[in-house]
């Protein structure tokens, strides 16, 4: 599904763990499959897509949080609490999406125009 694990932080909010098991879609048919056919994201977990500005939850089984990056990882959209089967996006700024497991955004008190980094673990 990606190449490699990756891990996300916030470093708007003091370097606020986002995730330290961030895999990257970057094929075609990565970012196609998404989290599909998985049971859930556990604390950590998340899927970093790009290119894209827009992400659906269809067929999918539980809700997440997602950040919408600009080219700069800045956050330039939220989706929080994405339920099944609903859709965000698209975000003209956004070329990535970085999704995570629900309620993370809130814990980590995540803001439009907040700096992102992710990079190796």
């Keep these: 599904?990606?190449?490699?694990?990756?891990?996300?932080?916030?470093a708007?909010?003091?370097g606020a763990v986002l995730g330290d098991r961030i895999l990257l879609a970057a094929t075609p048919w990565a970012r196609m499959r998404?989290?599909?056919?998985?049971?859930?994201?556990?604390?950590?977990?998340?899927?970093?897509?790009r290119p894209t500005n827009a992400i659906h939850m269809f067929f999918m089984r539980f809700a997440i949080d997602a950040l919408f990056l600009s080219r700069d990882l800045e956050?330039?959209?939220m989706a929080r609490?994405?339920?099944p089967?609903?859709?965000?996006?698209p975000v003209w700024l956004a070329r990535s999406v970085l999704?995570?497991?629900?309620g993370t955004l809130?814990?980590?008190?995540?803001?439009?125009?907040?700096?992102?980094?992710?990079?190796?673990r």
Aim: hydrophobic share 40%.
């Design 75 to 77: 956050v330039v959209g």
């Design 12 to 14: 708007t909010r003091g």
């Design 99 to 102: 999704e995570l497991p629900a």
């Design 106 to 120: 809130a814990r980590a008190g995540c803001e439009i125009g907040d700096r992102i980094e992710i990079g190796p």
């Design 85 to 89: 089967w609903r859709m965000a996006g």
């Design 81 to 83: 609490e994405l339920a």
């Design 1 to 10: 599904m990606g190449d490699g694990v990756l891990r996300a932080v916030d």
């Design 34 to 49: 998404g989290l599909l056919g998985r049971p859930g994201l556990g604390p950590g977990e998340g899927l970093w897509i």
